[in-house]
């Protein structure tokens, strides 16, 4: 008895204690903390509508812009169909004399030397060599053989000629009863007119 008396009792004090809803079993909000999170709660909803809001007129934006870069861009294909000059114009326009090396420039010079036989002999370009102007030169490179009795100079090449021209000579009225080829003697080519000159030849043998 004696040791209970002498305990102090200490008598429990209100903010000790705090109340809990054992029916919901979450813990009970002070009306300022209610103000605080209802505040940020509508501060977040304010962010997130300005951010909407934001958003939107950026998507205009960007439409309009791009309505805009569509009419132009048709107005500059409009104006281009009709106009001279082109847009690979720029890049024509003295870039070879920069890219191009020595070396290149070399052989593109070659090449174009190669298509004519040179200014000695008057840019003669070189021609395409068909059957019948094979024969022909043939003909000519055998001229001496044809004719032994007759000069000519040597040939100077072996193989045939790469520049050379066919031309035809036109008669003056004058030569029109001497030296002046028939219809019935003048053929398509050289060596028709020779082997016609043969037969004619053999046939006056025959009789001599």
């Known amino acids: 008895r004696f040791a209970q008396k002498d305990k102090k009792t200490v008598k429990p004090v209100a903010e000790d204690f705090f109340s809990l809803d054992t029916a919901s079993g979450e813990e009970i909000i002070d009306d300022e903390e209610m103000e605080e999170e209802e505040e940020v709660a509508k501060k977040r ?7 909407a809001v934001l958003e939107g007129g950026e998507k205009q934006k960007r439409t309009e812009k791009t309505v805009e870069e569509e009419k132009h861009e048709k107005y500059v294909n409009e104006v281009l169909a009709t106009s001279s000059i082109r847009p690979v114009l720029e890049s024509s326009l003295c870039t070879s004399a920069f890219t191009t090396s020595l070396r290149e ?4 010079n070659k090449s174009q030397r190669e298509k004519t036989s040179g200014q000695s002999w008057f840019r003669m370009s070189s021609a395409r060599i068909s059957d019948e102007c094979r024969a022909d030169l043939e003909l000519l490179s055998m001229r001496a053989t044809l004719k032994p009795k007759r000069f000519y100079r040597k040939n100077d090449r072996a ?11 036109v008669e003056d009225k004058r030569d029109f009863y001497g030296s002046r080829l028939t219809k019935s003697g003048r053929k398509k080519n050289m060596l028709d007119e020779m082997m016609k000159m043969d037969r004619e030849s053999f046939k006056r043998n025959q009789h001599k």
């Open 45 to 51: 909803f304010f962010l997130k509508d300005k951010q």
């Open 159 to 169: 193989v045939l000629p790469k520049y050379f021209q066919v031309s035809r000579v």
């Open 105 to 108: 420039k070399m052989r593109a």
